[in-house]
Structures are given as structure tokens and as C-alpha cells.
């Protein structure tokens, strides 16, 4: 079992910067693959990024190549997306997932945050 929290979103101009963490419970973190996705108003959701247990494996959805950058931490249990050059349709909810394969499938993912607001105002 793992319990996923999500912190660091908010409200920020167009071009602004924001750092989302995820925190994880539990002793097995360093096992699971981690994803980033979001949430917009009326939309469904949608994949952002992925890593792999170690970091060895990164996979970026084409809107926030260049963008949005993903790390994890195992020794803290956390896994963070740095998010650069912010536009209005970044705003959503964001989500972390925990999964044992680094891919773009939501339905992949065991675990997941409540989420987390990033509004981009222009």
C-alpha cells in the first residue's frame, strides 16, 4: 500500500515557475514507477510525465517537453515536477501515480495523490 500527497500547487502568472512534490508512505517507494498527470475543467485526465524506479527512464508528454522537468528522490520518498514557462492551459489539477511500469496509461497506475490546483493566469 501506498499513500501519495501532493503539494506545491497554487496560483502564478504566464511564463512563472511552480515545484510540485509527492510525497509517498511506506518503505516500498523506490519499487514504483511514478506519473505526473492533470485534470482541467471539464476534461478528462491526462498524462504528463513518467520515471522509473531509479530515474533511469523518463517519458514527457509533447506539450510540456522542454517545460516540465521530473525527479524522484528515493532516499525522501518523493518525486517532484519542476514546472517552467507556465501557460494558462497548464491550469488543472495535477495528480502523482504510483504503478510498477513507467507508461503514459492511466488505468497502469495502482495509487494515486487527491491532487493538487495550478492555476495559470495570463
Known amino acids: 500500500q501506498v499513500q501519495l500527497l501532493e503539494s506545491g500547487g497554487g496560483l502564478v502568472?504566464?511564463?512563472g515557475s511552480l515545484r510540485l512534490s509527492c510525497a509517498a508512505s511506506g518503505r516500498t517507494f523506490s519499487r514504483y514507477a511514478m506519473g505526473w498527470f492533470r485534470q482541467a475543467p471539464g476534461k478528462e485526465r491526462e498524462f504528463i510525465v513518467t520515471i522509473n524506479w531509479n530515474g533511469g527512464y523518463i517519458y514527457y508528454t509533447d506539450s510540456?517537453?522542454?517545460r516540465f522537468t521530473i525527479s524522484?528522490?528515493?532516499?525522501?520518498n518523493t518525486v517532484y515536477l519542476q514546472m517552467n514557462s507556465l501557460k494558462p492551459e497548464d491550469t488543472a489539477v495535477y495528480y502523482c501515480a504510483a504503478?510498477?511500469?513507467?507508461t503514459d496509461r492511466l488505468e497502469?497506475?495502482?495509487y494515486?495523490?487527491?491532487g493538487t490546483q495550478v492555476t495559470v493566469s495570463s
Open 13 to 15: 502568472q504566464a511564463g
Open 64 to 66: 510540456v517537453k522542454g
Open 72 to 76: 524522484r528522490d528515493n532516499a525522501k
Open 99 to 102: 504503478g510498477l511500469t513507467p
Open 108 to 110: 497502469s497506475y495502482d
Open 112 to 114: 494515486w495523490g487527491q
